[in-house]
């Protein structure tokens, strides 16, 4: 893993970006499994830190993470701050509460490259209650198959070029989707079909299911009318 002076660093091949804003509990589930990963790439960790009032920062340090400000404006700023920082040929894109699987880079880094794609994510598994099961449901069977895929922001795989083709992820509601279709509109994009991630169901467990998919309707009606 890259250390904090980056300056010196060899070629990285992989940077992840983690927007983190008051994650404690989860962050370090998080990096301990991005340390884990079994593989021969270059990688780095960038945690972008929203003013957090915890152990978020701490604990991102003590994982050899490099640490940037951003102030907690938004998610979307989070990420393209980091990405502006990063140096690796690609953007790993995870949540401060999800966990790759160990083979994580090299599935998905050959995935990308046998079919030739700007951009990826893959199936995923959603932990917590049992009523998350339909929104993994959903990420995996639907969001895939559309003609321009979903790929959500807790698990977006991106090379940089494309990234900065794409304007990066905008300042509207359901950022991901709205950076999706950009990207795909030029670019070919694609879901790995291994399960690749785990994420927290939390959402879903404090608001319920039906708070859960209102809450992202809400978000993709403000999406919609900000990009008309």
Known sequence: MASDDRDGAADVDVSFVVPARNEGDYLEATLASIAALDTDYAFEVI???????????????DYGATVCQEGGSSIAAARNLGADRASGEWLAFVDADTRVRPTYLTELLGFVEANGLAAASSHCRITGPLRAKLME????????????????????????????????????????????????????????????????????????????????????????????
């Open 47 to 61: 945690v972008v830190d929203g003013d957090s009032r915890d152990e978020t920062v701490a604990i991102a340090r």
């Open 137 to 228: 449901a959903t990420i995996n069977h639907v969001f895939s198959r559309l003609e321009r895929p979903v790929l959500p922001g807790f698990n977006c795989f991106v090379h940089r070029h494309a990234f900065a083709e794409s304007g990066g992820f905008p300042a509207v509601a359901n950022e991901d989707t709205a950076f999706s279709r950009s990207l795909s509109r030029g670019l070919p994009t694609a879901y790995c079909p291994s399960v690749l991630v785990e994420s927290s169901g939390r959402r879903i467990a404090e608001s319920g299911l039906t708070g859960t998919l209102w809450h992202y309707a809400r978000l993709d009606v403000e999406r919609l009318r900000a990009v008309g």
